[in-house]
């Protein structure tokens, strides 16, 4: 037997109103990007929230965060890192890339923020060749091109230590995943990701029904 909770909108106003901290600055972030013709790819505060919990739960110092948009789940990181921390960007789009930026100087939190401009796969094979770079983050978010998701994923395993940890967004899409009519090409390449993964023994993992699905990979 399975016991779980159905969510409705209801249910989520609750969890919203009871469990939620988003500062004026991360609020006007989320509503600035909510009028930009993008604006459903920006995670949503909780999610943001979850990540800044998980960064210093993990005691995290450096993070790798895949995929920028605007910033919302960059920004909810780089405020919770140390001050001697850093959050490396991959982000295609330079006007996003530009926005997400502005309001981590607003937050006081720059210094903290390396953002690095252009195709993500580009921008991982140079941080890879990176002297020094192996093994050294504590946290990589996975949050681009899904039909690229595989690729970023092993080049994250590489960068990430023993113990550290990798989170994919949007491993259910919509719960297209689970629907065996949905045959566009990002759901076929999210299921064949979520089923390697499965089998991946280089990690332990959990997929949570969190926003649009997570999974938390742990490098052993």
């Known amino acids: 037997m399975r016991l779980q909770v159905i969510l409705n909108d209801t249910l989520q106003d609750y969890i919203s109103a009871v ?3 988003e500062s004026e600055l991360l609020q006007e972030l989320r509503e600035k990007t909510a009028d930009t013709p993008f604006g459903l790819m920006q995670v949503p505060p909780e999610e943001g929230q979850f990540l800044s919990v998980l960064a210093m739960a993990s005691g995290a110092r ?3 965060e895949i995929g920028v948009f ?3 789940s960059l920004l909810s990181t780089a405020l919770a890192i140390p001050e001697d921390g850093l959050v490396v960007g991959l982000e295609q789009n330079e006007e996003w890339a530009d926005m997400a930026f502005d309001f981590c100087e607003r937050a006081g939190v720059a210094h903290k923020v ?3 401009i252009g195709d993500a796969r580009r921008s991982l094979a140079s ?3 990176e002297r020094g770079a192996a093994e050294s983050f504590d946290l990589v978010f996975i949050d681009a091109n899904k039909e690229d998701y595989q690729t970023y994923f092993e080049g994250a395993l590489v960068l990430l230590r023993r113990g550290g940890l990798i989170v994919v967004d949007n491993v259910l899409w919509h719960g297209a995943v689970a629907n065996a009519t949905a045959r566009d090409s990002e759901t076929r390449a999210l299921r064949e990701f979520n089923a390697r993964l499965h089998r991946d023994e280089r990690v332990a993992i959990s997929m949570i029904p969190f926003a ?4 938390l990979a742990v490098k052993r």
């Open 212 to 215: 649009d699905g997570m999974t």
């Open 127 to 129: 941080l890879l060749a």
């Open 114 to 116: 390396d953002l690095r």
């Open 19 to 21: 469990s939620l901290r």
């Open 62 to 64: 450096r993070t790798l």
């Open 70 to 72: 605007t910033g919302y």
